[in-house]
């Protein structure tokens, strides 16, 4: 026991001079955690949030282009700017100029086309009902809206920006469809009652998020996203100072030495082992706190423990387990510390990346999702994510479980036949 | 008739990149109570026969057997040998203090006996002054020093040390050659590697020379002069083992 807590007592000593690796350990991901949500939780804001900025130059002759206009603005997404002496290639330039997301450009002929449009096609619908004998063959006549985005718009925003402008359009569209059908029938317009029937037709959506458990719900927020898998990411990135700190211990002789010395080499590995749990808890825990005490003080999602406490527990120290393994994996293979430092990080970011840390799993090409399953990362992220997101508990963390375990075993078994190999047990 | 310590029976090691044993049958006996030296040219094979006694290394063939009091079994062994590895093996970011208390308790020693070693031998190298000072701060010598009484905190029986005075001043050189001298007094055997010819000349008693793993004589310092008509022990590595330059 004595050798033990000298040799542990000796790690802790090593840990608390080693300011780089501390600053690396604790620091860089508390900062990182700290940027991240606060970036992502600005993305979530400006898209759920604040108004975008739209340049609109309305060229159309008829009412219709108004309708549009008017749609957007009741949709409460957009912040209108009108400036209708524009003409196409203008709205083009313009819309960088004054600094808004995108610039629709409506043409003189959009109330006329459509209009057209929609006659033809009630024209057909009453000669299929019988109403009328023939319908004057007229081809479809194509209609363009104009739109020009911010070239520093992603794609995923746009796809969501061109769907809300769709989903507008189309219901001018089947309005003046109606509207169409019912003159020819010999209305002015469509019946008040109709109109009105029409309005209150629109299916509402009702939303929530689908949970593991009946028990409260945790809120998906940036933080419930960005602290455990940062958190798992900084965990990992012990390796910089774990596996230098092995690498530098093995060449410096200190491990020769101790092959001379009646004590049993595990002891080394233990106490680094022990150590470094505690370094890994420590760092999950300061980030967990600084979810939960500091992000509502600075504006961001105050971040929501899970409910499954020991599930949560066992996750965690497996996730430890995991890191610390790959970390003196790293340190008993590598040759030179430069190798160790440089592998070590090279192969915890690209575990992050396949393992989805930055960008979601599921957005990823089946092949990838595929290759991401190697990832300890991945496993412990989906571990996380199950309790901090879906509510889930025991039965949905099998296959975190598993795999954590399976990956610690296979990271000590190399571990001991290269330590077997060298002779130093 | 001295009591033999320790006897090495044709010792043969091979590595496995390796087309040429670093060991070739080499076989000798230690009295308790010597020095020896170990020389050679460089690649001779030299460290890796001090790795075997230090049971740093398996041998590939034979064997080494050491008779010591009652000890048996391998940790017994180990807890009588003490071993001074060329490089600095210790924590720099610690202090001389500090590593000297965490290699004590690996040896198990009581935690008041250790702290009175740990004095004692600081004192008799001349680092008690810098007993609470981080080792990186320290000097070659001081540093070889510290390397040296590391090794001595639990009264080993037999001594191994690979080149202890390399890098160092004079006076390092001096303290460090004036504790193994009133080590040997006390009764520990010391074997030991260098490439300073002079010193060993004055220090040790017997010789071992080596040469592309083979043990090429093994005698005191006198008989091989005589035998071997040469004046010095740079002369007789020369005649032994020739000039040409090794990798």
């Known amino acids: ?55 609109i130059s309305n060229q159309d002759k008829g009412s219709l282009g108004d309708s549009l206009v008017k749609a957007l603005v009741h949709s409460g997404s957009f912040d209108i700017k009108r400036n209708n002496s524009l003409v196409e290639a203008s709205v083009k330039r313009r819309t960088i100029d004054e600094d808004a997301m995108l610039g629709i450009y409506i043409p003189a002929n959009f109330s006329e086309r459509l209009g057209d449009n929609a006659d033809n096609i009630s024209k057909l619908m009453l000669e299929q009902m019988g109403v009328i004998e023939k319908a004057p063959k007229v081809s479809p006549k194509k209609q363009e809206i104009a739109i020009y985005f911010d070239p520093v718009v992603q794609e995923n925003f746009r796809i969501s920006v061109l769907n809300g402008i769709q989903a507008i359009t189309n219901g001018i569209e089947n309005e003046e469809m109606v509207s169409k059908l019912f003159q020819e029938m010999g209305y002015d317009s469509i019946p008040a009652n109709i109109r009105q029937a029409i309005i209150n037709r629109e299916t509402k959506l009702k939303t929530a998020n689908a949970s593991l458990s009946t028990v409260a719900e945790l809120i998906p927020n940036s933080s419930q996203h960005n602290v455990p898998a940062w958190s798992i990411f900084a965990m990992f990135f012990m390796v910089i100072s ?182 130093y047990i | 008739m001295q009591e033999t310590l320790l006897h090495v029976s044709k010792v043969y090691k091979s590595y496995h990149k390796s087309t040429t044993p670093s060991l070739d049958g080499v076989d000798f006996t230690i009295a308790r109570g010597e020095i020896v030296g170990i020389f050679g040219p460089n690649g001779a094979g030299k460290t890796t026969l001090i790795s075997i006694l230090c049971s740093i290394l398996d041998p590939t063939l034979g064997s080494v057997t050491y008779y010591l009091d009652g000890e048996k079994s391998p940790r017994e062994i180990r807890s009588k040998l003490g071993f001074v590895p060329q490089d600095f093996s210790f924590f720099p970011e610690l202090t001389a203090n500090q590593n000297l208390e965490y290699f004590g ?96 000349e004055e220090f040790c008693n017997q010789i071992i020379l080596i040469d592309h793993g083979k043990m090429i004589a093994c005698n005191t310092l006198a008989n091989l002069l005589a035998t071997h008509q040469v004046t010095n022990l740079e002369d007789l590595i020369l005649k032994l083992t020739g000039t040409v330059l090794r990798d």
């Not at chain 1, 004595?2 to 000796?10: D, E, G, I, N, Q």
């Not at chain 1, 501390?22 to 620091?27: N, Q, R, S």
């Not at chain 1, 022990?274 to 760092?283: C, E, I, K, N, P």
């Not at chain 1, 965690?316 to 994996?329: E, G, K, M, N, W």
Request: hydrophobic residues 50%; proline residues 3%; contains cysteine.
């Open chain 1, 242 to 423: 774990l596996g230098g700190n092995i690498v530098k211990e093995r060449l410096s002789g200190s491990f020769l030495r101790l092959q001379t010395i009646p004590t049993a080499f595990a002891l080394t590995l233990v106490s680094k082992f022990l150590v470094y749990l505690f370094v890994a808890l420590s760092q999950l825990l300061l980030l967990f706190l600084m979810g939960i005490y500091i992000f509502p003080h600075i504006g961001l999602p105050q971040l929501a423990m899970p409910n499954a406490f020991l599930p949560f527990l066992v996750v965690t120290l497996l996730s430890a387990v995991s890191a610390i393994s790959y970390a003196v994996l790293v340190g008993t293979y590598a040759k030179t510390q430069e190798q160790a430092n440089g592998f070590g990080a090279i192969s915890i970011i690209i575990f992050a990346a396949i393992g989805g840390i930055w960008v979601p799993n599921f957005i990823m090409p089946d092949y990838m999702q595929t290759i991401g399953n190697i990832s300890p990362l991945k496993w412990c992220l989906e571990g996380y994510y199950t309790l901090f997101l879906k509510n889930g508990a025991w039965s949905e963390l099998m296959g975190t479980i598993s795999f954590l375990f399976l990956f610690t075993v296979i990271c000590q078994l190399l571990i001991f036949i290269r330590l077997r190999i060298q002779n």
């Open chain 2, 105 to 200: 308790s690996l040896y198990d020693i009581k935690r008041a006996d250790l702290a009175q070693k740990i004095d004692d031998l600081l004192q008799k190298v001349g680092l008690s002054h810098v007993k609470n000072s981080k080792v990186s701060t320290f000097s070659g010598g001081m540093k070889r020093r510290l390397n040296l009484i590391i090794s001595l905190l639990h009264d080993p029986v037999i001594l191994f040390l690979d080149e202890p005075t390399v890098g160092v001043d004079v006076q390092s050189k001096i303290a460090i050659m004036n504790l193994l001298q009133e080590l040997n007094r006390q009764g520990t055997t010391i074997i030991y590697t260098s490439h300073h010819l002079k010193e060993a």
């Open chain 1, 1 to 55: 026991m004595r050798k033990l807590s000298a040799s542990v007592w000796k790690e802790i000593l090593l840990v608390l001079h080693d300011k780089v690796g501390l600053l690396l350990m604790y620091l860089m991901p508390l900062l990182l955690v700290f940027i991240i949500t606060i970036v992502q939780n600005s993305a979530f804001q400006i898209v759920n949030e604040n108004k975008l900025t739209v340049l």
